[in-house]
């Protein structure tokens, strides 16, 4: 019952902000973010910790700033859900204003290759979803919510340009094999950790981070081209501007760590435009290789850990 009124609650939201402007929904971002820096111990925690891993020279009061953008920005991501996927398709592909490295994806499909597109967590991720569903076949994984009765409100919103949504295990992986050997576009989160068993460690940002090795599979068995994806939000809620980045070469790598590496550096390389636009508040450096090797008598402070 509780459940049932929060997703029709949480639905409501979203079609009430789907008519929105982007910038009147900017500003909420900007009201709602003062109130998550304020109320939100754990979101604030993990976002300066990740940001001193990242940005080891700030100072404080830089390191502060960072930490009251990337908020603000993550704010305006969540609030943008109802015009991401509701609101009517001319809006958003209108909200679409700048388009980058299109001809990474058109050269790839004109030599029958297929397209990985990584999609790090950077500015606006469903907007680049509707753009890329848009404009070319497109097939990407999916995990259904922990608020079961919003499946069907997401599955609409990501699928209603022709999107393919597969699930996040062997056939959904299968159903992305075809989709490349088809000289399609497919999509995968690159920074996200994955269980054990299905990633390696490989330098973010200077520090070990267990990454996904589903990349160089996919590449092995498809000779598909990778390029990074990112929709970034423009000032003032003007709209979001397109952006595909030559993958590092290290992708294409049989050995899975180097492939990897790779991966990371392509993130890094996304985060390079604007960094207040990454969601720092995902725990990126969670896991460690001294908890993989189950180190005797390991005592490390996890860098998540309150001081």
Same mark, same amino acid.
């Given at each position: ?26 500003? =909420? ?11 939100? +111990? ?8 990740? =940001?001193?891993?990242?940005?080891? @020279? ?13 908020? +603000?920005?993550? /704010? ?13 398709? *001319? ?9 980058? @490295? ?15 597109? =990584? ?20 097939? *990407?994984?999916?995990?259904p919510p922990k608020i079961a009765e919003l499946d069907a409100v997401i599955r609409h919103g990501r699928e209603r340009m022709g999107a393919e949504l597969v699930p996040t295990n062997p056939r959904g992986v299968?159903?992305? =094999? ?6 399609? %576009?497919?999509?995968?989160?690159p920074d996200q950790e994955p269980d054990w068993g299905s990633g390696e460690f490989a330098d973010f940002f200077g520090r070990p981070a267990y990454t996904a090795t589903l990349l160089p599979k996919l590449v092995?068995?498809? &000779? /598909? ?20 980045? *030559? ?12 492939? %990897? ?8 390389? *996304?985060? %390079? ?5 990454? &969601? ?21 402070? +996890? ?5």
């Open positions: 019952m509780i459940e049932s009124l929060q997703a029709r609650a949480i639905h409501l939201l979203w079609r009430l902000l789907s008519h929105c402007r982007l910038k009147t929904t900017w500003s =909420l971002a900007g009201a709602a973010s003062r109130v998550l820096y304020a109320v939100s +111990r754990r979101e604030r925690h993990v976002t300066r910790r990740n =940001l001193e891993v990242a940005y080891p @020279g700030d100072s404080s009061e830089q390191r502060r700033e960072r930490v009251r953008e990337s908020l +603000r920005h993550s /704010a305006a991501t969540m609030l943008e859900l109802g015009f991401a996927w509701i609101a009517k398709p *001319a809006r958003v592909e209108a909200s679409v204003v700048e388009v980058h @490295g299109r001809e990474l994806l058109d050269n790839a499909r004109a030599d029958n290759r297929g397209v990985i597109v =990584l999609a790090p967590h950077f500015g606006n991720w469903e907007v680049l979803n509707f753009w890329l569903s848009s404009h070319f076949p497109f097939t *990407a994984m999916y995990e299968a159903a992305l =094999l075809k989709a490349l050997k088809r000289a399609e %576009a497919v999509g995968i989160l092995a068995r498809t &000779q /598909a081209r990778v390029v990074t994806g990112v929709a970034r939000r423009l000032p003032d809620g003007r709209g979001f501007a397109i952006h595909f980045l *030559a993958a590092d070469d290290r992708v294409y790598d049989t050995d899975e760590v180097t492939s %990897a590496a790779g991966v990371n550096a392509c993130v890094e390389s *996304a985060i %390079a435009l604007d960094p207040a636009q990454y &969601q720092w508040e995902y725990k990126r450096w969670k896991k460690t290789e001294q908890e993989q090797q189950k180190v005797p008598g390991y005592r490390e402070q +996890r860098l998540y850990s309150k001081r």
